[in-house]
């Protein structure tokens, strides 16, 4: 509860910002400076060939899909793809693909929004995969937050926002605790919430039990408003973009619920003059209050704004990635990374530049294991980076701020859902790979040149998620024009092969290596070649015999930390160590998972190493005593939760270390 002793009068009622800028004017500037060489030259691009797998669903008067989620928790098997419409009375969608999607018919139910525009769409990531959360502005030209309830057919509607601001941010949904808590970005909510505007507002909504009141259900909610300003709930439009509008970025960690971080297009950074040497930042909130610096007897919270990487501008679209790093797009056509150093005021920034052609218009970002995934809609392009590590650290500037907590109330109603039976189409699409030195390597498909059994291209890619029940490298993606007619909504499906041996941080296995919907235990032809497995001596086609292959299914995780009916994922990492050094690793732990294994090897097999286990609170539950060159710590974790794995040099002198991971799930 926020302490109340510090708001007189009117103040009761409002939070004034109280902006306490941490950084000096000197290191402000420093932060930024980079320095500059000279890249050889890149080698010209590649042509590639990607299988796209696409579905015609029909609609119902609506039109042009725009954002895009993936339910992949409700079920191992296969995936639930949720996305939503952009024009013509906008409706939610939830396309259940068939296990062998490209031969057998998928089914797909949508719910009325009772709305004009969308802008971002998530799920309450649980097993029941029943509830979607969308931002959207109403036929009364309020924006509001919609809730669908799929198992009762429900909607919810909060008008939090008693005009519109002609821009829609996207969504993020806390699920820890079996509740849900979902986050959203505008320029303001209500005037009366702040004595000043911030320019720049994140909500936290917590909903409560729906309630009877006058005959009609209503279901009131808490929210927590953030005075973050810095343009956040806005973005800038790419000029001509196919994208537009484009959706602002706000998102958690999904696996700890906090922080909260949210695009910040019009942040300054400025010198001890007052000249501003830098725009554009992301704002990092943690929620947990702290006494405000210029007023013990007021609670505040904390904002780090981290620098944007030298050389672009207007972040967008935000997504964690499952190693805590999170990724961005930008106005200018850029990708970035900000890897957040938990122990002090110190980030890693990474940029990245895919070539075009032509003004790029990016609109999502999916990062998936190791790789990136993204749209550009003005090229017809999706597109996946394996990024390389080249870095800049960078130092925040630092406020605090006053929120505001209060009650709304939504208004509960029916949805009827419409059904219909999709049908796939299969065909082969076009593009090129290459690698930028310093940058990373791309491999970008142009979705418009899949023509197989399709008079209409597939034009100006929206919405991307990962596929997670696929090895790394699947994707989903919507399509906004696929009909000149209107008849229907494209939403499309693509898996790069990722060579077994090409270095990649994270990489998760599939128990169905074919996709012919017969898993891997039950399948007598693992690779779908027309050879039986009796017969076939090369499992995953990669001309290595079986005998001699530590990697038989070609997913990049070794044989020997594999097993029948479930599921690994691996990541990896060498640098290093100096003595007595340690180096941390976050490993989630769910309700599914049944192994954490770590293992940690020296180069040189004198150096003894060791490895500790601790809970999400803190606490040490396993630690290895040091061993001679490699160490291996096995758990199994009664409680789910993030746990940090730590691998430590326990000797005297500086080590070259490698590091594996391995976590292990059930099949559901």
């Avoid at 971002?120 to 990531?125: K, Q, V, Y």
Wanted: charged share 20%; with cysteine; net charge negative.
């Amino acid at each position: 509860m926020w302490n109340s002793t510090c708001l007189d009068g009117p103040q009761r009622r409002t939070a004034a910002i109280l902006t306490v800028l941490i950084l000096s004017a000197a290191p402000a500037a420093a932060q930024l400076s980079t320095s500059t060489t000279t890249s050889p030259t890149p080698p010209p691009p590649g042509a590639a060939q990607t299988d796209l797998v696409e579905w015609d669903v029909s609609n119902f008067g609506d039109l042009v899909s725009g954002a895009l989620a993936v339910d992949d928790k409700s079920s191992s098997r296969n995936s639930k793809v949720w996305f939503v419409t952009r024009a013509a009375g906008v409706r939610l969608y939830r396309l259940t693909p068939a296990l062998n999607m490209k031969k057998d018919s998928s089914s797909a139910k949508s719910w009325d929004l009772n709305a004009l525009l969308t802008g971002g769409a998530r799920l309450r990531h649980s097993d029941d995969g029943r509830f979607a959360f969308v931002n959207v502005t109403l036929n009364t030209g309020q924006d509001a937050l919609v809730a669908v309830d799929t198992k009762d057919d429900t909607r919810t509607t909060w008008a939090d926002r008693p005009t519109s601001s002609g821009q829609l941010s996207d969504v993020s949904v806390d699920t820890r605790g079996g509740a849900y808590t979902v986050f959203t970005a505008a320029p303001i909510y209500d005037s009366s919430d702040f004595l000043s505007p911030p320019n720049g507002v994140v909500q936290q909504l917590r909903p409560a039990q729906p309630q009877l009141v006058n005959g009609s259900w209503v279901v009131p909610a808490t929210v927590t408003r953030y005075p973050v300003g810095g343009g956040a709930g806005t973005c800038v439009d790419t000029i001509g973009g196919a994208g537009s509008p484009c959706i602002p970025g706000v998102t958690v960690d999904r696996r700890r619920g906090a922080p909260i971080f949210v695009s910040e297009p019009t942040f300054e950074f400025k010198d001890s003059w007052g000249n501003t040497v830098s725009v554009g930042a992301i704002g990092e909130i943690d929620p947990k209050p702290v006494k405000c610096p210029t007023n013990p007897l007021c609670t505040c919270v904390r904002v780090r704004h981290w620098p944007l990487p030298a050389g672009i501008t207007g972040p967008r679209q935000l997504r964690v990635d499952d190693m805590g790093r999170l990724w961005g797009i930008t106005t200018d056509g850029h990708l970035f990374s900000l890897d957040i150093d938990r122990h002090c005021d110190q980030a890693k920034l990474t940029r990245h530049d895919p070539l075009g052609p032509g003004d790029e218009d990016l609109f999502a970002v999916a990062p998936n294991d190791g790789i990136i995934g993204f749209t550009d809609s003005n090229n017809n392009k999706v597109s996946v980076l394996f990024p390389q590590r080249v870095t800049t650290t960078v130092s925040p500037a630092v406020t605090f701020i006053q929120p505001v907590t209060k009650t709304i109330s939504g208004k509960k109603e029916c949805a009827d859902p419409q059904p219909s039976t999709v049908t796939p189409r299969v065909s082969t699409a076009l593009g090129v790979s290459y690698t930028n030195p310093g940058d990373g390597s791309y491999v970008e498909t142009d979705i418009s040149t899949g023509m197989s059994g399709s008079t209409t291209p597939s034009m100006f890619p929206t919405g991307m998620a990962p596929d997670g029940t696929w090895k790394t490298g699947a994707f989903f993606y919507g399509v906004t024009l696929s009909d000149p007619t209107g008849k229907t909504n494209r939403i499309g499906h693509f898996a790069i092969k990722i060579d077994k041996h090409k270095e990649v941080e994270c990489r998760r296995g599939d128990d169905d290596d074919d996709h012919d919907g017969i898993d891997n235990e039950h399948d007598d032809d693992l690779d779908g070649d027309g050879i039986p497995n009796s017969l076939d001596d090369d499992d995953d086609n990669d001309g290595t015999p079986d005998v001699l292959d530590d990697d038989k299914n070609g997913d990049g995780i070794e044989d020997k930390y594999q097993s029948r009916g479930s599921r690994e994922t691996k990541r990896s990492d060498n640098g290093q160590m100096a003595p007595g050094e340690a180096k941390e690793y976050d490993m989630e732990y769910d309700e599914h998972s049944v192994l954490m294994l770590a293992v940690v090897e020296a180069a040189d097999l004198t150096t003894p190493l060791a490895i500790d286990i601790v809970d999400p609170n803190g606490v040490v539950v396993l630690s290895t005593p040091p061993a001679v060159g490699k160490a291996v710590a096995t758990a199994t974790p009664a409680l789910p939760g993030v746990y940090t794995v730590r691998v430590r040099n326990a000797g005297l002198t500086p080590v070259t270390y490698k590091t594996t991971l391995v976590g292990r799930q059930i099949q559901y």
